[in-house]
T-cell receptor, first 112, second 116 residues
Framework: GNSVTQMEGPVTLSEEAFLTINCTYT??????LFWYVQYPGEGLQLLLK?????DKGSNKGFEATYRKETTSFHLEKGSVQVSDSAVYFC???????????FGTGTKLQVIP | GAVVSQHPSWVICKSGTSVKIECRSL??????MFWYRQFPKQSLMLMAT?????????EQGVEKDKFLINHASLTLSTLTVTSAHPEDSSFYIC????????????FGPGTRLTVL
């Protein structure tokens, strides 16, 4: 079956630090990959996505590249801000109205 | 585009009562919607897949008689928590998949249920 593994948190960084949140996956076929962000007390928001190998998803300074050879989709940002503090979920979807498989989430806390 | 709403955003109820949560796709049609449950500091757990005009498909361990799902139209799915108990207190999130939308699901903002 499908699975997503992401690094455990919490991750605490100082403002303007470099961020990496690791995510690896196991899936049949050719899944689409996603990063979702959940701010305190809110639902999930799509942060970025990639639908095929070597695609790079990007949004709000965050980036992730679909690496089929390493089955990874690591999230990166060059300079984090306090407003980036949230829980980040890596996820995949194998397609055709399939359910989304989520990682366990990584809490990011950015301190001034 | 592709906005999903939920109502109510939060609800407090007494033990033993039933609570209905609505999930609507505001600007697109969704033949399939999904209901998730999220416990504090945990990931989302899929409860069921809701298909328009047919019975929902429940994940293993989810009581279908307790969590009633109705998907009466292409833009509305409802989750009713029947005879709620304090252990049902949780954050319930729905999502809808855009037909032909490259497998992307759009999530509602969630409903916080507290059972006293």
């Amino acid at each position: 079956g499908n699975s997503v593994t992401q690094m455990e948190g919490p991750v605490t960084l100082s403002e303007e630090a470099f961020l990496t949140i690791n995510c690896t996956y196991t899936a049949t076929g050719y899944p689409s990959l996603f990063w979702y962000v959940q701010y305190p007390g809110e639902g999930l928001q799509l942060l970025l996505k990639a639908t095929k190998a070597d695609d790079k998803g990007s949004n709000k300074g965050f980036e992730a590249t679909y690496r089929k050879e390493t089955t990874s989709f690591h999230l990166e940002k060059g300079s984090v801000q306090v407003s980036d503090s949230a829980v980040y979920f890596c996820a995949l979807n194998s397609g055709g109205y399939q359910k989304v498989t989520f990682g366990t989430g990584t809490k990011l806390q950015v301190i001034p | 585009g592709a906005v999903v709403s939920q109502h109510p955003s939060w609800v407090i109820c007494k033990s033993g009562t039933s609570v209905k949560i609505e999930c609507r796709s505001l600007d697109f049609q969704a033949t399939t919607m999904f209901w998730y449950r999220q416990f504090p500091k945990q990931s989302l757990m899929l409860m069921a897949t809701s298909n328009e005009g047919s019975k929902a498909t429940y994940e293993q361990g989810v009581e279908k008689d307790k969590f009633l799902i109705n998907h009466a139209s292409l833009t509305l799915s409802t989750l009713t928590v029947t005879s709620a108990h304090p252990e049902d207190s949780s954050f319930y999130i729905c999502s809808a998949e855009l037909a032909g939308g490259l497998n992307e699901q759009f999530f509602g903002p969630g409903t916080r249920l507290t059972v006293l």
